[in-house]
């Protein structure tokens, strides 16, 4: 008997030990592994974010509850009002498919802490409201019907749960450290990391294959949060030991740790150039809202138009990156007339155009963008795209090009552009019709040498 202890129990017991806690390491890779992971994501380019919660009722940012701050029994009456009755996954996830998008993620849950699955840690969900339906089920089915790989939002941030300390994020946030203590005694954020991994725990298994896991957010520094309150290594290596293809955002304030995020997140802004992290290029994603707001906002006004949302996907592909392009659903489980336009806007011209999306990539350096134009390049079949933002009156440029390009031709239509080499250089000139045609943002396709 004894021998077996030591030989048999004793290394079984630590193993579960150092495979439990943070003394085991995350999952190591090559660039190259890491590389191929995420090919499927790097080559897609688009995707839809989807914001959706209580805060759709009061329908006045997805922070309503912070800016206002509400009490929990003030918020109360959006859990006892949620029933969208006109919630259909498989109409969202047509609209997505027909947007040219090819995965998407859901808020399972907000930082208000409401959430949308039937989670066995939490009353505070919607199948205890009168929808009672659990919505990530019906949400991952109707998705993965599509075609679209299927990721969760999840929320380090909860304004609900009893043991998550106040902080200066917090509804309850406060002016002086005594008010502070005054409240947090009591809570256990002990307590509050254990319901994170059971929650993190139920979603990547018990819905099938989940390909991408954004955590948000972290905010270190006084009052704040960061990797030690959630545990960031725990719950990432948890997230990855129960979906090792997942892809994981870099909001778990892990930026050092190796392993501990896959892209990078620059959020309603543009990029100057390529992220990079230690001189290298980094894999990217902008994720960006139609107007202001991620929850489902009536009053806010400041819509981008199609072409803009056009610009602002081409834009990220040249350089080198993803767009994530956010819909707010309202409180009845539609996409408001607002977004249902914009998608179809945006899906018109990718039928034509998602040659230059997908696969695609910044051009290499030795093409240079004329004015007014941005460039995409897909590698694996060497053409190159030209997007003319501002259609030229009869003819464009492109320095330094004519001794590289083989043959040129409009994207939607496939009509020969015929071109000649500007005297003395090796400037190409492109013969363009004076009528712009119809399309949004017309793309030229350069077969190269
Ligand atoms: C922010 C906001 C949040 C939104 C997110 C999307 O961190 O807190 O409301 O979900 O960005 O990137």
Redesign the pocket.
């Known amino acids: 008997m004894k021998p077996n202890l030591i030989k048999v129990i004793l290394p079984a017991i630590l193993l579960l030990f150092f495979s439990q806690n943070s003394f085991s390491q995350l999952p190591k890779e090559t660039e190259a592994q890491k590389t191929q992971r995420m090919k499927w994501w790097t080559e897609a380019r688009f995707g839809m974010?989807i914001?959706w919660g209580l805060y759709a009722l009061p329908a006045r940012?997805?922070?309503v509850k912070n800016r206002e701050r509400m009490t929990n029994e003030q918020y109360q009456k959006y859990f006892e009002l949620f029933n969208p009755d006109l919630f259909n996954p498989r109409e969202w996830a047509k609209m997505a498919k027909e947007a040219g998008m090819k995965y998407v993620v859901l808020?399972a849950k907000?930082?208000e802490g409401f959430c949308l699955w039937d989670s066995k840690f939490t009353d505070y969900k919607s199948t205890n409201t009168p929808f009672g339906r659990d919505i990530i089920k019906e949400y991952v089915e109707a998705f993965r019907a599509e075609g679209l790989k299927v990721g969760f939002?999840y929320?380090l941030?909860d304004w609900h749960h009893p043991d998550y300390t106040i902080d200066r994020?917090h509804p309850l946030r406060q002016e002086s450290d005594s008010a502070y203590a005054r409240l947090n005694r009591g809570r256990d954020m002990n307590k509050y990391r254990e319901y994170m991994k059971n929650q993190v725990r139920e979603l990547l298994t018990n819905y099938g294959e989940i390909s991408i896991i954004?955590f948000?957010?972290s905010f270190p520094g006084q009052y704040g949060k960061g990797r030690a309150d959630w545990d960031s290594e725990g719950l990432l290596k948890l997230a990855r030991s129960l979906q090792p293809g997942i892809i994981v955002d870099d909001?778990l304030d892990l930026r050092d740790v190796e392993g501990g995020w896959d892209f990078t997140?620059p959020?309603?802004v543009k990029v100057e150039k390529w992220p990079e992290y230690n001189g290298k290029r980094i894999p990217w994603e902008t994720?960006q809202t139609f107007s202001g707001?991620?929850?489902y906002y009536r009053d806010e006004y400041t819509w981008k138009s199609p072409a803009q949302l056009l610009e602002l996907l081409i834009e990220s592909v040249s350089k080198g990156g993803n767009l994530?392009l956010?819909v707010g659903p309202t409180g009845r489980g539609m996409f408001d007339n607002r977004a249902q336009e914009r998608l179809k806007a945006m899906g018109d011209w990718m039928k034509f155009n998602s040659r230059s999306i997908y696969g695609c990539t910044q051009a290499p350096d030795e093409f240079k963008a004329p004015a007014n134009t941005l460039l995409t390049y897909n590698p694996a079949t060497k053409r190159l795209y030209v997007h003319m933002l501002a259609y030229p009156l009869n003819r464009l440029t492109l320095p330094g090009m004519a001794d590289k390009v083989k043959y040129a031709q409009f994207l939607h239509d496939a009509s020969e552009i015929r071109f000649t080499t500007v005297q003395n250089t090796n400037d190409l000139s492109l013969q363009l019709p004076v009528l712009k045609p119809p399309v949004e943002i017309p793309v030229i396709e350069l077969y190269l040498k």
């Open positions: 974010f914001h940012h997805e922070w808020t907000h930082h939002y929320s941030i994020q954004w948000d957010f909001r997140t959020e309603q994720c707001s991620w929850g994530l956010n």
